[in-house]
């Protein structure tokens, strides 16, 4: 396989001359215009649905804590296995819904790979999952009433320490600052994904105000969160896509060339499940996954894909944390629940796929990091709906996915 696989990777990067950036000046006006409104995606999902109604179900699937609709796209056959893609968890992070959508049309509006996908796999797809956040572009879901800052009552074994109970702390909290400089918190959407609540560190540290809304143990406080995990318990999907954006990074200069190129600008990365109870068969099929990823960017050319596993210049080193109530970790021991249970594989991957264009890049490039998404999602799709996913040797993934080193500022374009 390892030999099979360099093969396919290398004339890519042969292949590949042109810059890859989207690469950002120090006087560039940082704007959002490009980008859907909320209004604006539910315009499109709406016409979408009635142009092609015999492929496209939309259903709203929970509304956010300001009330706005969360909306769920359902594509393809009902009795055939199901997988979910989530996208926009972090409100200023909208390159994932932009290629949600143009997804989407793809699928919905007939032809080649719609037939190969949609006569194989149900595909759910939730563009927007922070509705609240992109209307400000803002990661967190702008409850302000959450707790103000993160919970901290646990020794570094995992106990309990009693002397931090009660402090009406939360689990994982984001700031927001107001236009006249204030302060705020709100839930990072990306950490209440807990399969039990109520083992959360939210409950946990909190044992004593169970009365109150953000601290009962028999109800997630993130109905974002709470959306997402209903589609889930009610499709049963046998993997989850979650797309993201990334700060700006490196390839590392001692990286092996036949994966990535050395020194230039990172412009996506993928990882899978972290948390140490997620079972092997989970964690091979999300390697799987992002291995089928790194080999659609590759062949396209002009993308560098990494490990979502930083090292920083200062020596540091930072990757996606085994939190469980991350996404790509929750999902993944969801599925291991199910593989418990007795049901058969292939099932549960979850990874998460970091694309480069964080907001300091604004709408720079949108069109084609939109595209880098989409290609990739569509290649996971290929591989699902005919069998060549499982053929995978999920033991590359660490080869062909190396990390790379983030960067505190906009990186230099190198071929000016």
């Not at 209307?135 to 901290?152: C, H, I, K, L, Y």
């Not at 909290?173 to 959360?200: C, K, L, M, P």
């Not at 969160?225 to 046998?238: F, T």
């Amino acid at each position: 396989m390892r030999i099979a696989l360099a093969a396919c990777l290398l004339p890519g990067l042969a292949a590949a001359a042109q810059p890859n950036g989207p690469w950002i000046t120090n006087e560039q006006n940082v704007s959002l215009e490009a980008f859907m409104s909320n209004n604006q995606l539910y315009d499109q999902l709406n016409a979408l649905s009635r142009r092609f109604p015999d492929a496209l179900r939309l259903e709203q699937a929970g509304s956010s804590n300001e009330g706005r609709p969360i909306w769920l796209a359902r594509l393809g056959n009902s009795d055939k296995p199901a997988v979910m893609i989530i996208t926009q968890q972090h409100g200023n992070e909208p390159h994932g819904t932009e290629a949600a959508v143009n997804l989407i049309k793809r699928l919905a509006s007939g032809g080649a790979l719609s037939r190969q996908v949609l006569d194989n796999l149900q595909v759910l797809i939730v563009p927007r999952v922070n509705p609240d956040g992109a209307e400000r572009f803002s990661r967190g879901n702008m409850d302000f009433s959450a707790p103000q800052t993160s919970a901290d009552c646990l020794r570094a074994d995992g106990t309990l320490n009693p002397a931090k109970l009660d402090q009406h702390l939360g689990a994982n909290v984001t700031a927001f600052t107001n236009a006249d400089g204030q302060r705020r918190f709100s839930y990072d959407i990306n950490r209440y994904h807990w399969t039990d609540w109520s083992e959360s560190t939210q409950i946990r540290c909190n044992p004593g105000l169970a009365s109150e809304r953000h601290f009962n143990p028999g109800q997630n406080p993130v109905p974002e969160a709470v959306a997402v995990r209903g589609i889930y318990d009610r499709y049963r999907p046998i993997w989850l896509v979650d797309v993201h954006n990334q700060n700006p990074a490196v390839v590392l200069e001692d990286v092996d060339p036949e994966v990535n190129r050395p020194g230039r600008q990172v412009t996506g990365s993928i990882t899978w499940p972290t948390h140490p109870d997620v079972a092997p068969e989970a964690v091979a099929m999300s390697k799987q996954l992002a291995i089928v990823m790194k080999q659609r960017s590759t062949q396209l050319g002009f993308m560098e894909i990494t490990n979502y596993y930083y090292e920083h210049p200062n020596g540091d080193v930072r990757r996606g944390g085994g939190d469980p109530g991350i996404a790509r970790n929750a999902y993944g021991l969801l599925g291991t629940e199910r593989l418990a249970a007795g049901e058969t594989g292939p099932l549960d991957g979850s990874v998460l796929m970091e694309i480069g264009g964080l907001n300091s890049r604004g709408q720079k490039s949108a069109g084609m990091l939109r595209n880098n998404v989409r290609e990739m999602l569509e290649a996971v799709l290929v591989a699902t709906a005919d069998g060549s996913l499982t053929a995978i040797d999920p033991a590359e993934a660490d080869r062909l996915l190396p990390p790379g080193q983030e960067s505190d500022k906009p990186l230099n374009n190198p071929h000016e």
